[in-house]
């Protein structure tokens, strides 16, 4: 829960962060004409309203379960994030190609391009201090599986979206600021539409990457193989048990797990006693793994539990 509240916290200050942004950024754009401080200003529209969604994507997925669904509404914080990287993609990528590609076909010249220095370096300090509350989250990820496995295996997206979000915004920013220097410097009003074009060609990798990882997280990803290995070894440890064949898992939330035990019993024991047994593992599983918010504890044969998993990958081939 800690973890959950200081990625709504990151959200937060992005969100914060990006509606100052933006504001400087809109009056810029239509102060100087500039095609590149607009591609800015709009990208910084779209995370502001991405901040939103995703806070809203927080706040449903919150909610307890209920008859439909039974198992919570936790990956309704995936959707929102899915949206949230189509956005990015439709709107910051789209609009600035588009706008790119009108200004080097018709390129006007910056009028007061200091305006547009000025607000850049403040817009830097803005999206800076977001992007550091963001990358103290991810870091204690990133510093025991490096950044793009850290990235790969993270369940939250409020952590690795608003990291992302504020480095492509940095990375924008100094497009834009070089883009403006050499359309000024050069008297090459070009040099504008092509920061543009570029600042597009950045939001759209930068989405791509997104949508990947939360249709992968909206789909069903199994939880962290650490979760999997200590929940087997507490059911191997039970007594009663000869063996635990194989833990099924899907992640709901960044919080919650659901959790599918086929467990081979000991042949002595009946009805009642398996129950026992059964309660007994789920306890235990429950007292050290509190995000396994549901667990199925199937009475199984480890014969059957491999014939019945080799059927499945046939079906699935």
């Known amino acids: 829960m800690a973890a959950e509240g200081s990625s ?22 239509f102060w100087t ?23 809203y994507g927080y706040h449903r997925a919150s909610r307890p379960p209920d008859e439909s669904p039974p198992l919570g509404y936790g990956r309704e914080l995936y ?67 490096g950044w793009y496995e850290a990235f790969v295996r993270s369940k939250d997206p409020l ?16 497009i834009a600021a070089a883009a403006t220097a050499a359309a000024v410097l050069l008297a090459r009003p070009v040099w504008d539409g092509v920061g543009s074009i570029l600042i597009g060609i950045l939001l759209g990798i930068v989405s791509v990457g997104l949508a990947r990882e939360s249709k992968s997280l909206l789909i069903g990803e199994p939880a962290h193989s650490e979760l999997s290995r200590s929940v087997l070894d507490i059911a191997r440890r039970s007594p009663g048990v000869l063996q635990a064949n194989g833990l099924l898992t899907v992640q709901l939330s960044p919080a919650e797990v659901v959790a599918a035990l086929s467990v081979e019993f000991a042949d002595d024991k009946r009805a009642d006693g398996i129950e026992q047994c059964v309660i007994s593992i789920e306890t235990e599983i429950r007292k050290q793994h509190p995000s396994v918010a549901a667990l199925f504890i199937k009475p199984q044969t480890n014969a059957r539990y491999y014939a019945a998993r080799a059927r499945r990958w046939r079906v699935g081939s």
């Open 79 to 145: 959707f929102w994030s899915f949206i949230v990287a189509l956005l990015i993609f439709a709107l910051g990528s789209g609009v600035s190609l588009y706008q790119g590609v009108l200004h080097v076909t018709a390129p006007e010249p910056i009028q007061d391009p200091i305006v547009s220095f000025v607000v850049l370096g403040l817009s830097f300090v803005f999206e800076g201090v977001s992007w550091l509350f963001a990358l103290r989250r991810f870091r204690s990820e990133s510093a025991r599986f």
């Open 8 to 29: 709504k916290t990151i959200v937060y200050a992005a969100l914060v962060g990006n509606i100052l942004v933006a504001t400087t950024k809109i009056g810029a754009a």
């Open 159 to 174: 952590a690795f979206m608003v990291l992302l979000e504020d480095s492509a915004a940095l990375v924008g920013i100094v």
């Open 33 to 55: 004409g500039s095609s590149a401080m607009m591609s800015e200003a709009v990208h910084s529209v779209v995370d502001t309203t991405n901040d939103v969604l995703l806070l």
